[in-house]
T-cell receptor
Framework: QKEVEQNSGPLSVPEGAIASLNCTYS??????FFWYRQYSGKSPELIMS????GDKEDGRFTAQLNKASQYVSLLIRDSQPSDSATYLC??????????FGDGTTLTVKP | KAGVTQTPRYLIKTRGQQVTLSCSPI?????VSWYQQTPGQGLQFLFE???????NKGNFPGRFSGRQFSNSRSEMNVSTLELGDSALYLC?????????????FGSGTRLTVV
């Protein structure tokens, strides 16, 4: 079992729809949870961080964390073609390093 | 505020050679982590340096090594290059040891081993 698993893509949604990206992790000692966005040919960029159970909203992005279920998600409302990218879930446990999922590629069609 | 600077951007090396990559973190950030990114394996953690000391290490062979200088700049070295070392090498800067608050990544060094 991988330490961090993301729902397999690619994911395609029409412009204006909600995109839902999911991630599960195996280490119950995990403390910090992140979503990074990586455009093709570019490096990852941190877009959301969440540390406690519940929802965290930032503009069109909402991160959700459920530690009991070891589950993290990212919702993108009113998806735009510029949101087309690979989204990486990352989890940090006590050891300090971040472990990344393989990523989910999102395509938003105009 | 300058971002994370990695040099060089591209490298082509021959199997058996060695290579050194450089990373300058964001000013004030004391931790530098290195990741290898390949299409098949995704982002794999190499090691983390904080205050010139290696604090974490991933599951890579000893051919992969690194160091950090007193100004927080870091280098990683790969000796006896293999074809499978071809990858994007990313440097990640963070304020403190570990990545509790997330990383800022550099643009990466694209290494091709022929």
């Amino acid at each position: 079992q991988k330490e961090v698993e993301q729902n397999s893509g690619p994911l395609s949604v029409p412009e204006g729809a909600i995109a839902s990206l999911n991630c599960t992790y195996s280490d119950r000692g995990s403390q910090s949870f992140f979503w990074y966005r990586q455009y093709s040919g570019k490096s990852p960029e941190l877009i959301m961080s969440i540390y406690s159970n519940g929802d965290k909203e930032d503009g069109r992005f909402t991160a959700q964390l459920n530690k009991a279920s070891q589950y993290v998600s990212l919702l993108i409302r009113d998806s735009q073609p510029s949101d087309s990218a690979t989204y990486l879930c990352a989890v940090t446990a006590n050891a300090g390093k971040s472990t990344f999922g393989d990523g989910t590629t999102l395509t938003v069609k105009p | 505020k300058a971002g994370v600077t990695q040099t060089p951007r591209y490298l082509i090396k021959t199997r058996g050679q060695q290579v050194t990559l450089s990373c300058s973190p964001i000013s004030g950030h004391r931790s530098v982590s290195w990741y290898q990114q390949t299409p098949g394996q995704g982002l794999q953690f190499l090691f983390e340096y904080f205050s010139e000391t290696q604090r974490n290490k991933g599951n890579f062979p000893g051919r992969f090594s690194g160091r950090q200088f007193s100004n927080s700049r870091s280098e990683m070295n790969v000796s006896t290059l293999e074809l499978g070392d071809s990858a994007l090498y990313l440097c990640a800067s963070s304020l403190e040891v570990g990545s509790l608050y997330g990383y800022t990544f550099g643009s990466g060094t694209r290494l091709t081993v022929v």
